[in-house]
């Protein structure tokens, strides 16, 4: 099945940087997940709110220079946050990056630079990060609808 985005999924892409946004436009006709974008550059208020309400971790977001997005799973047109749907996701993002030949970085596999070089499935990067965190001793920051340009 092909998906589309929403007009409201389009106006939060057009502030985003035009490789980022291409990959988007190529993820969702790949995808096995309905996906829409729920937020794309920010302001530098909306971040400090972000920030305060502790849904975001820093002020140095790459939302603020339009090198980020959001992206919300659909299942049946309603969002869910099961974390497999954003694996699959994921690996249509990927695909779609490695076509634009762009570097992206996704919010559940910290610790790959560039998953378009990750081998094996999305699935795979988010459980050797959460391996690799907890060998360290600390605690894994999972944030699967995060995709940015590295």
Same mark, same amino acid.
């Given at each position: 099945?092909?998906?589309?985005?929403?007009?409201?999924?389009?106006?939060?892409?057009?502030?985003?940087?035009?490789?980022?946004?291409?990959?988007?436009?190529?993820?969702?006709?790949?995808?096995?997940?309905?996906?829409?974008?729920?937020?794309?550059?920010?302001?530098?208020?909306?971040?400090?709110?972000?920030?305060?309400?502790? %849904?975001?971790?820093?002020?140095?977001?790459?939302?603020?220079?339009?090198?980020?997005?959001?992206?919300?799973?659909?299942?049946?047109?309603?969002?869910?946050?099961?974390?497999?749907?954003?694996?699959?996701?994921?690996?249509?993002?990927?695909?779609?990056?490695?076509?634009?030949? /762009? %570097? /992206?970085?996704?919010?559940?596999?910290?610790?790959?630079?560039?998953?378009?070089?990750?081998?094996?499935?999305?699935?795979?990067?988010?459980?050797?990060?959460?391996?690799?965190?907890?060998?360290?001793?600390?605690?894994?920051?999972?944030?699967?609808?995060?995709?940015?340009?590295?």
């Amino acid at each position: 099945m092909s998906y589309i985005l929403s007009e409201r999924s389009r106006r939060n892409l057009a502030r985003v940087d035009t490789r980022l946004s291409k990959i988007v436009k190529s993820a969702i006709q790949i995808t096995t997940v309905d996906f829409g974008v729920t937020q794309g550059r920010r302001t530098l208020e909306e971040q400090r709110i972000l920030v305060e309400k502790g %849904a975001s971790q820093t002020m140095k977001s790459k939302h603020l220079g339009g090198l980020a997005v959001d992206l919300m799973a659909y299942i049946n047109g309603r969002g869910s946050w099961e974390l497999n749907l954003y694996d699959n996701i994921a690996d249509a993002v990927k695909e779609a990056a490695i076509k634009e030949n /762009v %570097a /992206v970085r996704w919010g559940a596999a910290w610790h790959i630079q560039d998953i378009c070089r990750w081998k094996d499935s999305m699935e795979d990067a988010m459980g050797s990060y959460i391996d690799l965190r907890r060998s360290e001793g600390k605690r894994p920051f999972i944030d699967a609808p995060h995709f940015e340009l590295t």
